[in-house]
């Protein structure tokens, strides 16, 4: 094999030290010891808390209930049934009525338990409420004088200077009865034809405005 077949100046040549490849070993036989779990732990790694989960307890009887077989109602708890009153509607029901010999409960008269007038029974006080007296009220009159409104109220311009008064009358009515036409009556911009009466659009002349033989005004000027 020729120089060619080389890139660069890197030429196969023996090794100059042992490479651990050319020798046989006994392959991943020894291990390190692991950072998870209790036991054989790693002593050069921190050990996190450990826990345990241990198995189902055993059934102290092989059959200590009939299992899933009643139905228990919601309503029904350990201190008896809780549930909202429920009522129903039926017919009035047939009540047979007997005469007893004897006074009815309403002949007999019990004494009174309210008030001041009772038998066996301490009564609290007692109060009435009565009209409103004349007699000791803020407004009474004692003097027996006329008050403020009893006295005629002076008018001002007895006193003090009057003021110019003014007073609204009708409408004065326009002497005579003859009628004249107002405002409303003309039309401006509107043409009546005199024989038919009828409104006509306004007709435009077109002419010189000043005619040929007018003789200009000449004034002397000194």
């Given at each position: ?22 020798f ?72 047979k ?8 409960p ?5 004494p ?26 803020f ?7 006329p ?25 004065i ?50």
């Amino acid at each position: 094999m020729g120089d060619s077949a080389w890139v660069g100046t890197w030429r196969p040549h023996r090794p100059r030290g042992p490479i651990m490849a050319h020798f046989t070993s006994p392959g991943p036989k020894y291990s390190i010891q692991g950072t998870t779990g209790y036991l054989k732990h790693n002593p050069t790694k921190r050990k996190a808390p450990a826990y345990t989960f241990k198995g189902a307890r055993p059934s102290l009887r092989e059959a200590c209930s009939p299992g899933p077989r009643y139905y228990v109602e919601p309503s029904m708890t350990r201190k008896g049934k809780e549930t909202a009153p429920a009522y129903t509607m039926c017919g009035r029901p047939s009540v047979k009525t007997e005469v007893t010999p004897g006074p009815s409960p309403g002949t007999y008269t019990i004494p009174r338990v309210m008030g001041p007038n009772t038998v066996d029974k301490t009564a609290s006080p007692c109060y009435s409420m009565k009209w409103k007296s004349k007699l000791g009220r803020f407004d009474e009159d004692l003097h027996k004088t006329p008050g403020p409104a009893a006295y005629k109220k002076t008018d001002v311009d007895v006193y003090k200077k009057r003021a110019p008064k003014y007073s609204m009358s009708s409408r004065i009515k326009p002497a005579g009865t003859v009628r004249h036409p107002g405002p409303g009556d003309y039309y401006p911009g509107k043409i009546l034809n005199n024989n038919t009466d009828q409104a006509l659009a306004p007709v435009v002349t077109f002419g010189i405005r000043h005619s040929e033989y007018t003789m200009p005004l000449i004034v002397d000027v000194y």
